[in-house]
């Protein structure tokens, strides 16, 4: 006979969350972000870990493609930072009726935050900012109320300032342009020239004029400058008049062909002008005009885009014009009105209209159509891929007057606002945490794993392992205990697919396939029977937001381990699988630019029922049996009686996150289980390197009376987006 030191009986007494379940690593919950809130996270829905907590979330942004109104407004121009680097996030600008407004890659922000180094005072600051002593003292004024400054003594303690861009642009902006050369905003105003080189403002006023803006564009070091009185290049600080030979002085649009090194100008009820610029101050620019006859649409161009393939395509208002090198051809939109046009980096050609946003991928923009064009074997112009996007399937406005390209993603200005259409990055999260410390076993441990990947707009997929290792079993002789015996490991596996689409613009499905082994001791090492089994389990999930015309409201239900009894050495001695009822909400407390405040609450019970035989019924009645017939019942109980100790069956979680600037995330949670005697407080901290990395950590400390063999355990998770 032997006798085993069994630290797996152990440590399934102590990590049962199913006191009458077998394979735990099913119920184990992950992500350091969710359990530094209580192990709160069936209704968050939002990041990598939505694979265990619930697969609905795999049906929205960010990890969805999706369109979401990013802010609301009235907005006239667009501009983009495109960052590239690990640590970096891309950036948007866009005009409004009265000034300008900055999305960070994280907020949208009408100032800018400028620290004071050295001895600079606050007047210091809005003196470079608005880049004149005019009016600097009533500025200075709003400034200080701005940042709620009301004696010299608060103003002393000032370690950066907020500035307001409206103290410099007031009017309507017309055009704007991020030059990345020289990381310089360049603003076009109903009134005048504008540079922001992100400390401060000059106004080209003196040099330039009080001259409307309609497009700016920049070749190199030039820069081009499109106004309803005629077309200027700016280089080495000299304003240069250009095109005065041009039949009309009213620009509406400029795009710079960086293959032909030509310029593309929209002349207002004349055509479209090209320039070849001259090369030296004794040389002369050399232009031509094309009108009706050469295939334009019309003579009022509303925008000009050049694609990769160095394909022009310029916007009218029943449709497009499109030089294919070749010849022009029009792309006629029936019954619509086109305002503006685009090029996305991958080569498809955006569309701005009265009914919603279209995208063209031509076939010489696809891997087989550069091809053709390579070996000269042109397909032809009309073919390529249309799509049509628009409030039926997204958008909250059909009119958009505006687009901009910007990775993978796409900004539009609508009726209604900013709209986004958010390219999902894949995602892959990891989760590690040493299990139950007070034991001290290094083998001892929990690790998780899984990875994302958006399906366009079918919604997205998911694969992950869970593994929880539950160290080294040792078995000596009953007889002499001292002679050395052998040993194994135990340990549970769980790999999953999900997958997760919309049911329509506010509810989402998702589905889990779970494939498990459970390997609890091994017989060579017993001289018995392995205990080992394998089966499946199935995940079912909805998740809703925006719930009831609460915006940040969300509500998540899910179904968890649904399969069926497994037995480990003999059929008839078979247990069933931890079959869990889990429901969370999930609320935006508070959503600023700088602050948002998460509330979150989960409540979950196990659903296993068994009949007078012992035996554990099937998933489809314990699945609502077990509400009526709580295991702690006794007879006598009256209905509301057994109704609270179902309750008091399930463990309830509390939770918040509290994040600052999309930077720094604070949390703390509750967690309350009565009939496992587990009351635990739960801290976390997370912190978001870019829109790339983030990295969380969390911490359990046990607040019941009884000894929590879990008090003191850390949990290290992170998110990888590419």
Do not use: C
């Amino acid at each position: 006979m032997a006798k085993v030191v069994s630290l797996s009986v152990l440590l399934l007494s102590a990590l049962a969350f199913a006191r009458v379940s077998a394979v735990i690593t099913l119920d184990m919950p992950i992500g350091a972000r969710q359990l530094g809130m209580g192990e709160a996270g069936v209704a968050l829905g939002d990041d990598g870990n939505s694979l265990y907590y619930n697969p609905a979330g795999l049906a929205f942004s960010p990890l969805a493609n999706e369109w979401e109104l990013s802010k609301e407004g009235k907005f006239t121009a667009l501009a983009a930072r495109n960052r590239r680097g690990f640590l970096t996030r891309n950036e948007v600008w866009a005009g409004t009726l009265n000034g300008i407004l900055h999305f960070d890659g994280q907020i949208w922000r009408e100032n800018v935050a400028i620290p004071l180094e050295g001895n600079a005072k606050l007047r210091d600051v809005v003196r470079t900012f608005i880049g004149s002593e005019t009016s600097l003292d009533s500025i200075s004024g709003v400034v200080r109320a701005y940042n709620g400054i009301k004696t010299l003594n608060e103003e002393e303690l000032l370690v950066e300032v907020k500035i307001p861009f409206s103290v410099v642009i007031k009017d309507t902006v017309t055009a704007l342009l991020y030059e990345t050369r020289t990381e310089k905003l360049w603003v076009g105003t109903s009134k005048g020239l504008f540079r922001f080189d992100g400390k401060g403002f000059k106004d080209f006023a003196q040099e330039f004029g009080t001259k409307k803006i309609t497009a700016i564009a920049n070749q190199g070091a030039t820069l081009w400058i499109g106004t309803d009185n005629g077309l200027f290049a700016y280089r080495n600080g000299v304003f240069e008049q250009r095109g005065a030979v041009l039949p009309s002085q009213k620009i509406t649009s400029i795009a710079w062909h960086e293959i032909r090194k030509e310029l593309y100008v929209g002349v207002d009820s004349a055509g479209i002008a090209r320039l070849i610029p001259k090369q030296n101050d004794g040389d002369k620019d050399k232009w031509s005009v094309f009108a009706l006859e050469d295939g334009i649409m019309d003579l009022s161009p509303r925008a000009i885009a050049i694609d990769s393939s160095g394909h022009i395509w310029a916007a009218h208002k029943e449709g497009l014009s499109h030089f294919n090198l070749r010849r022009w051809e029009q792309v006629r939109f029936e019954k619509n009105e086109v305002y503006s046009i685009t090029v996305s980096e991958k080569g498809a050609i955006w569309i701005g209209t009265e009914k919603g946003v279209w995208s063209y991928l031509p076939e010489y923009a696809t891997p087989s159509g550069r091809k053709s064009e390579t070996e000269m074997n042109r397909a032809e112009d009309t073919q390529g891929q249309w799509n049509h996007y628009h409030t039926g399937n997204g958008l909250v406005s059909n009119t958009v007057w505006n687009v901009l390209a910007l990775g993978n993603d796409l900004w539009l200005s609508t009726v209604a606002g900013i709209e986004r259409y958010h390219a999902a990055q894949n995602q892959v999260a990891f989760f590690y945490e040493k299990l139950l410390p007070v034991l001290n076993i290094p083998d001892l441990y929990h690790i998780y794993t899984g990875v994302t990947f958006p399906l366009g707009d079918w919604g997205t997929w998911g694969l992950f392992v869970n593994f929880i290792s539950f160290g080294e079993t040792f078995v000596s002789d009953e007889i002499n205990l001292e002679q050395e015996g052998s040993s194994f490991n135990s340990s549970e596996t769980v790999v999953g697919l999900s997958y997760g689409t919309k049911l329509n613009k506010n509810w989402g499905l998702g589905l889990s396939f779970k494939f498990f082994y459970s390997a609890l001791s091994s017989g060579a090492a017993l001289n018995e029977p392995d205990a080992t089994t394998a089966s499946y389990a199935i995940d079912i999930g909805v998740l809703g937001r925006d719930l009831f015309g609460f915006n940040g409201f969300r509500f998540g239900a899910v179904l968890a381990n649904i399969g069926p009894n497994v037995y480990y050495v003999e059929k008839s001695n078979n247990y069933p699988i931890p079959l869990t009822w889990r429901f969370g909400l999930s609320y935006d407390l508070i959503k600023l630019p700088d602050h948002r405040i998460t509330l979150n609450t989960d409540y979950s019970r196990m659903a296993i029922y068994e009949n007078s035989k012992g035996e554990a019924e099937p998933f489809y009645i314990s699945a609502w049996k077990s509400w009526f017939y709580p295991e702690t019942a006794e007879s006598g109980d009256k209905t509301l009686n057994k109704f609270k100790k179902t309750f008091q069956e399930g463990i309830l979680s509390l939770g918040a996150e509290y994040v600052y600037a999309g930077t720094i995330a604070l949390r703390a949670g509750y967690l309350h289980d009565k009939i496992g005697s587990r009351q635990e407080l739960d801290i976390g901290l997370g912190v978001m390197l870019s829109d790339m990395l983030q990295l969380d950590i969390a911490s359990v400390q046990n607040v019941s009376s009884l000894e929590g063999v879990r008090d003191g355990q850390m949990r290290f998770a992170g998110l990888f987006r590419f």
